[in-house]
T-cell receptor, first 114, second 114 residues
Framework: SQTIHQWPATLVQPVGSPLSLECTVE??????LYWYRQAAGRGLQLLFY??????ISSEVPQNLSASRPQDRQFILSSKKLLLSDSGFYLC?????????????FGPGTRLTVL | AQSVTQPDIHITVSEGASLELRCNYS??????LFWYVQSPGQGLQLLLK??????LVQGIKGFEAEFKRSQSSFNLRKPSVHWSDAAEYFC????????????FGTGTRLTVIP
């Protein structure tokens, strides 16, 4: 069966520091991968998605970037964090070329920028 | 453009009472529709999904949802709520694009009173 991991689970970082959040998927090949942010009291905002290694699409211009160095690895980064980057970050995967759009979510990373 | 509206930000029900969470969508074609549940500090878990066929779909944990094309709605129901159902519920619509992106509503927080 497929599983999705995210780490760290929680993170407290000062403003201006760098960020690296990692997501890995097991049990499937060539998945579509997604990064979402969930701010307090708000819905999910799609940040990035990837349909293959090295292929990144950005949905919202911002202080963050994403990379996919391996088939089942998706990394969210920032060179300098802002206060507004605080939130709950969720990674998800879906079947590539799938006709059903179902996405499966990881446990999330709670990021607090102080 | 695709969009999802969940008009109820917060709903409180008594344990054992019935539940209906509303979801309205905007999409130019027949959508894929989803309901996810999120417990505090956790990722999202898929409750149920509609792709085609029978407009009443059954999900996990005793939930069901009905797709009504004429009303552009996909409301979630449960006949008898349990205290463990307290969580945040998200409705989503599939964009049927190559990346299978989902568009989420802002969520409804459910509180269950003993």
């Amino acid at each position: 069966s497929q599983t999705i991991h995210q780490w760290p689970a929680t993170l407290v970082q000062p403003v201006g520091s760098p960020l690296s959040l990692e997501c890995t998927v097991e049990g499937t090949s060539n998945p579509n991968l997604y990064w979402y942010r969930q701010a307090a009291g708000r819905g999910l905002q799609l940040l990035f998605y990837s349909v293959g290694i090295g292929q990144i699409s950005s949905e919202v211009p911002q202080n963050l970037s994403a990379s996919r160095p391996q088939d089942r690895q998706f990394i969210l980064s920032s060179k300098k964090l802002l206060l507004s980057d605080s939130g709950f970050y969720l990674c998800a995967w879906g079947l590539a070329g799938g006709s059903t759009d179902t996405q499966y979510f990881g446990p999330g990373t709670r990021l607090t920028v102080l | 453009a695709q969009s999802v509206t969940q008009p109820d930000i917060h709903i409180t029900v008594s344990e054992g009472a019935s539940l209906e969470l509303r979801c309205n969508y905007s999409y130019g074609a027949t959508p894929y529709l989803f309901w996810y549940v999120q417990s505090p500090g956790q990722g999202l878990q898929l409750l149920l999904k509609y792709f085609s066929g029978d407009t009443l779909v059954q999900g996990i944990k005793g939930f069901e949802a009905e797709f009504k094309r004429s009303q552009s709605s996909f409301n979630l129901r449960k006949p008898s709520v349990h205290w463990s159902d307290a969580a945040e519920y998200f409705c989503a619509v599939g964009g049927r694009t190559g990346a299978n992106n989902l568009f989420f509503g802002t969520g409804t927080r459910l509180t269950v009173i003993p």
